[in-house]
């Protein structure tokens, strides 16, 4: 490709968006939206008599993508597997939504969804698909509403805090948190900017200079500049929940020592009892796996496996090998529960 | 030129800079990268070792200094490299007066920007001592060889396509290990305590800095009468009460419907539910 035909291709690739399956808001509440994914037609009997899965997002990105393309969507691997989705969108907060409390998401916002879907399929109890820091909130959730959890999967998530290659504890260690923040909204971009600090050659160098060296279709340049919107796409972050987020996890370290507590109520591991089943990318820069794999001894359950995929954060969602491996293994664990 | 990706790179940034003319130096970095490991390339496969590693070593600061040029963190603003003018007698002057409240506050934050600067100039030194770490583990690694596979593909004979090519694959093998040199230095400083505190200091002290803006702005709001963050915060603050209020409230009628007895025991009774509940609290006379 010419630099004239990629410069094209890079042009015409930002109007691309992502998102590719169809799907439906069933429950919305504020800016949070509850998407539930229509069924793939060769799927569609299957489906039926599944239990809800959820899929629980962090906060930090936007959760579309679980959904990026067709061929790079953990959403619609899971559709094909016959599952019924749900997704929360926990939407753009803004300068109102500067007070909201990790109570708020988790015991509010994350429940009153959960109820939304038990309710709306006669269930006691649901399958729960935690990512990255939405895998934090969902430990939180079924610690603390265990019979509402039938089987519990989380996916390179944090768990102990202070593990030695972890860099984003080491730095914020010593900040003075509330000062940082300072009542109000923790910028998408400072955020950004962190997470390219982690890496910086590569994410910030190295990352171009490949699109260049690799000569992409018109198919690679849409999917770069996808992941590209992705990646900058970023919600600031709700002041009160973001500090106690920030204090709780990667100064105190308090999931992993089970004295979390949200709104007064303690977050202990040991009352999870479901079956859980975590997935670690041992690429992965921003969680490290030893982070991950710490949940293990913490958690109750007798009933805990963990999957490890030698892929990167990103790599987990979106890599062509993740396709074919990573919803398979989810559906396979739960069908066998 | 299909096959240079450098090439590409300086022709696709040439490209853009027709758009936004501060593209252009991006252009000039390609050119500037592709020239110096071209150099490198030449005088490493001709010269005897003292030479190499030389050509080696001066590859290896060039990209430090690139590198030291065109990342650019908070820390490595342009002030950082230089200590910032002190605040003077001024720094100390006794406040006293009407104006003393504003003036302990100017003092404030002038001392949190000079906190700010100290920090900017600590991270400023270690990224400078990653760089400088980077480009002697480079200069190393060429020096033992683990760039003659790179010139040996440079020279290796063959048409001119071929050669344009291999000539390619050299310069990114090169490139790639100069990020790999780079990266390891920079995470090896990354996590080091030093670097941390550094960062949290510098942090810690825009903070001060921006809250003691931050009343400096809210204080001249209010002389012209325009709302403050400070008070759409109480606002936000009031609002958030009453919502839990309107649960709470929502919640206690549920919570009494649910303990009272149903349609069935009221009829049994031959009272109605709330006329029953009445007459229970009613006094005995």
């Not at chain 1, 509330?178 to 950004?192: E, S, Y």
């Not at chain 2, 853009?16 to 593209?23: D, I, N, S």
């Not at chain 2, 100390?92 to 100290?118: I, T």
């Amino acid at each position: 490709m010419t630099p004239a035909g990629l410069y094209a291709a890079l042009a015409s690739a930002s109007r691309c968006t992502p998102g590719c399956s169809d799907k439906d808001v069933v429950w919305q509440s504020g800016k949070l939206r509850l998407y539930r994914y229509r069924p793939l037609e060769r799927s569609r009997a299957r489906r039926s008599a599944a239990v809800p899965l959820l899929i629980v997002y962090a906060l930090v990105n936007r959760p579309y993508m679980m959904d990026l393309q067709e061929d790079r969507s953990l959403i619609r691997g899971l559709l094909e597997q016959g599952l019924d989705v749900y997704l929360i969108d926990w939407g753009y907060p803004d300068g109102a939504d500067r007070f909201i409390t990790l109570g708020d998401y988790i015991d509010g916002l994350l429940g009153a969804c959960v109820e939304r879907i038990l309710s709306a399929h006669g269930l006691r109890a649901l399958n729960l698909l935690g990512v990255c820091q939405g895998g934090v909130f969902s430990l939180c959730y079924a610690a603390l509403h265990p019979e509402r959890v039938r089987n519990l999967v989380t996916m390179v998530t944090p768990v102990d805090f202070h593990t030695p290659d972890d860099l984003l504890s080491k730095w914020v260690r010593h900040i003075d948190v509330p000062a940082w923040v300072a009542k109000g909204n923790v910028p998408g971009d400072a955020l950004n900017q962190l997470f390219l600090s982690l890496m910086p050659f590569r994410l910030s160098h190295q990352k171009y200079m490949d699109l260049f060296m690799d000569a992409p279709t018109q198919a690679q340049a849409d999917t770069f500049m996808r992941v590209e919107q992705w990646i900058f796409d970023s919600p600031d972050q709700a002041g009160a929940a973001f500090e106690e987020f920030v204090i709780s996890m990667y100064q105190e370290n308090r999931l992993a020592r089970n004295q979390l507590t949200i709104n007064g109520r303690q977050v202990d591991l040991r009352t999870l009892k479901r079956p859980v089943l975590n997935l670690i990318g041992t690429k992965d820069h921003l969680v490290p796996p030893a982070a991950s794999l710490a949940l293990g001894p913490l958690v109750g359950s007798k009933d805990y496996t963990a999957l490890e995929f030698a892929l990167g954060h990103i790599g987990m969602y979106i890599s062509a090998r993740a396709q074919h491996e990573v919803p398979p293994a989810i559906a396979r664990w739960l069908a066998q529960r | 030129m299909a096959n240079d990706p450098w090439n590409q790179w300086k022709a696709f940034a040439e490209q853009t800079a027709r758009a936004v003319p501060g593209a252009l130096p991006i252009a000039e970095l390609a050119g500037r990268f592709a020239a110096a490991a071209r150099a490198y390339l030449e005088k490493s496969s001709q010269a005897p070792q003292s030479a190499a590693d030389e050509a080696a070593a001066a590859f290896g600061n060039f990209l430090r200094d690139q590198a030291m040029a065109c990342c650019r963190f908070p820390w490595s603003a342009d002030s950082g490299g230089t200590a910032p003018a002190p605040w003077g007698p001024m720094a100390d002057l006794p406040a006293l007066g009407l104006s003393r409240e504003h003036q302990q506050r100017w003092q404030r934050m002038a001392d949190a920007a000079l906190r700010v600067a100290d920090a900017q100039r600590r991270l400023q030194t270690l990224w400078s001592d990653a760089l400088r770490d980077a480009a002697a583990e480079f200069a190393a690694r060429l020096s033992a060889g683990a760039g003659a596979s790179d010139q040996a593909d440079a020279h290796a004979p063959g048409s001119p396509r071929d050669a344009e090519a291999r000539g390619s694959a050299a310069l990114r093998r090169l490139y790639d290990s100069w990020i790999d040199c780079a990266e390891r230095a920079y995470a090896a400083i990354a996590h080091s305590e030093p670097f941390s505190s550094a960062l949290a200091d510098f942090v810690n002290a825009g903070s001060s800095w921006r809250r003691e803006f931050t009343a400096s702005i809210e204080h001249g709001s209010k002389l012209i009468d325009l709302p403050t963050r400070g008070e759409i915060n109480s606002l936000n603050a009031r609002l958030m009460a009453v919502e839990e209020q309107l649960r709470t409230a929502r919640r206690q009628p549920a919570a009494a419907a649910k303990r009272r007895p149903g349609p069935k025991a009221a009829r049994a009774s031959g009272v109605p539910a709330g006329r029953r509940a009445r007459a229970k609290r009613a006094p005995r006379s």
